[in-house]
């Protein structure tokens, strides 16, 4: 299984205004905020049931909307209606990863810059220095993700040059565990290669590629935490087959897709006109990374459980009457439409969240993002043309459709924030 957003592209977007998900498909969800004029921290909020929603309150910018965006857990709700008693949700860890990196974005902070590398001096000879490592990393994403490649080319230089950094960065990091070589994959490889990532935001890249991203880091607020924590979800893959609830899977998803939104969010930049949150867009970038997960998942079940894996909420499966050995057999059958038509649904709620907020991000780097969007979002509909047949057909979306997508993101990439939108009705 593919497990992360590169394999998609580096995707974006921002949160959708209270109210929106009220009652919509079946999900009822209701954010608590903060009184107006309290300095309240904003809170986490168990609505709805089966899939609770966890609404983050807080007063946004513009007119007192909420500027941050729900996410869905498995969390129950207990019959009297009052919130079950919970350990710390995923979707609360995840929450403080957010606001750290929000944080850092308003506040334009900057790892602070290390003497120039001794790797770094050494590309920077006549041979064409960090402005070659930057160009293999931008051959790189146009061999493997050549729709985002063409998207990123009406961004600036340094942004274009930045997002190709983090691509391949990405990328590499997948590969442990999902390329050639992962069957030697070892968690002690893994903290090898953790240690490498600190030494490179340390400013003492191992080689070109390293280096891009290393000089990345100097020019954006780009933050250590995402990264390491998606080399935590290639160690969940190690020694985890099985995610019980819908909760614990969330934090896979997001260690291996929404950590890719995080570090891309700096690079993208928000419009100077948005309206927009930093914690919205942060919130949303990991929506949309929780969708495009989630839709791999959907896409790949017959593959993984060839390899011994599924990564679907056992309870859920239960509660549909379907077990382990139904998945391994294969057999599309009502009981799995069913099944399936409730884990699309739950997708395409992701995807709903955060597909406003794409028009939030600068103009220039939209257009790489719709086109993603729109292309990934596809893939859920032809698993119902396949009719939920996810074990012997690999639904994917035809170079046709890739082509005709395109005009239509780049049209979308020239709408007025929707922060904005909101302001003039």
């Not at 709805?48 to 309150?57: N, T």
């Not at 934090?251 to 419009?271: D, F, K, Q, R």
């Not at 991000?361 to 292309?375: F, Y």
Request: net charge positive; hydrophobic share 40%; glycine share 8%.
């Amino acid at each position: 299984m593919q497990h992360m957003a590169t394999t998609v592209t580096l995707l974006l977007g921002a949160a959708s205004s209270p109210g929106d998900v009220a009652g919509r498909d079946g999900f009822p969800c209701s954010r608590l905020l903060p009184r107006k004029g309290r300095q309240t921290r904003p809170r986490w909020v168990l609505c709805s049931l089966k899939y609770g929603c966890l609404g983050v309150g807080e007063p946004g910018e513009a007119g007192g909307r909420s500027g941050a965006s729900p996410v869905y857990s498995s969390l129950t709700v207990s019959p009297g209606g009052d919130a079950a008693v919970a350990v710390v949700s995923s979707e609360q860890k995840v929450y403080d990863v957010v606001v750290k990196q929000a944080a850092l974005l308003k506040r334009q902070l900057r790892p602070s810059p290390p003497q120039t590398p001794a790797v770094a001096r050494e590309l920077e000879s006549p041979r064409g220095g960090l402005g070659e490592a930057y160009a293999r990393c931008g051959e790189i994403c146009e061999e493997y993700a050549k729709t985002f490649y063409l998207g990123t080319l009406l961004m600036t230089e340094e942004r274009r040059r930045a997002i190709w950094a983090i691509y391949v960065w990405c990328r590499r990091t997948d590969e442990l565990v999902d390329g050639p070589n992962a069957s030697h994959i070892t968690p002690q490889a893994l903290d090898r290669w953790e240690r490498r990532l600190e030494d490179l935001f340390a400013g003492r890249p191992y080689d070109m590629l390293d280096a891009a991203l290393s000089d990345t880091i100097t020019k954006f607020p780009i933050d250590i935490q995402p990264f390491k924590d998606m080399i935590d979800g290639m160690r969940t893959d190690l020694k985890k087959a099985r995610y019980k609830n819908f909760d614990e899977l969330y934090m896979y998803c997001y260690y291996v897709a929404g950590t890719v939104g995080l570090m891309s969010v700096p690079v993208m930049g928000i419009a100077p006109e948005s309206k927009a949150t930093a914690e919205s867009v942060y919130g949303a970038a990991l929506a949309l990374g929780l969708a495009n997960q989630l839709t791999n998942i959907l896409r790949d079940v017959g593959e993984d459980a060839r390899r011994g894996r599924i990564y679907l909420p056992q309870d859920e499966l239960v509660e549909a009457e379907l077990s382990d050995e139904d998945i391994f057999k294969g057999v599309v059958t009502d009981k799995w439409r069913k099944f399936m038509k409730r884990q699309i649904k739950r997708a395409r709620m992701f995807f709903e969240e955060a597909e406003r907020g794409v028009t939030e991000l600068r103009k220039e780097s939209r257009w790489p993002v719709w086109a993603s969007l729109l292309l990934y979002r596809q893939i859920l509909d032809e698993i119902e043309a396949n009719d939920y047949n996810n074990f012997t057909k690999r639904a994917y979306v035809g170079k046709a459709k890739k082509v005709l997508a395109l005009p239509v993101a780049y049209g979308r990439s020239l709408l007025l924030p929707y922060s904005l939108r909101n302001n003039q009705t």
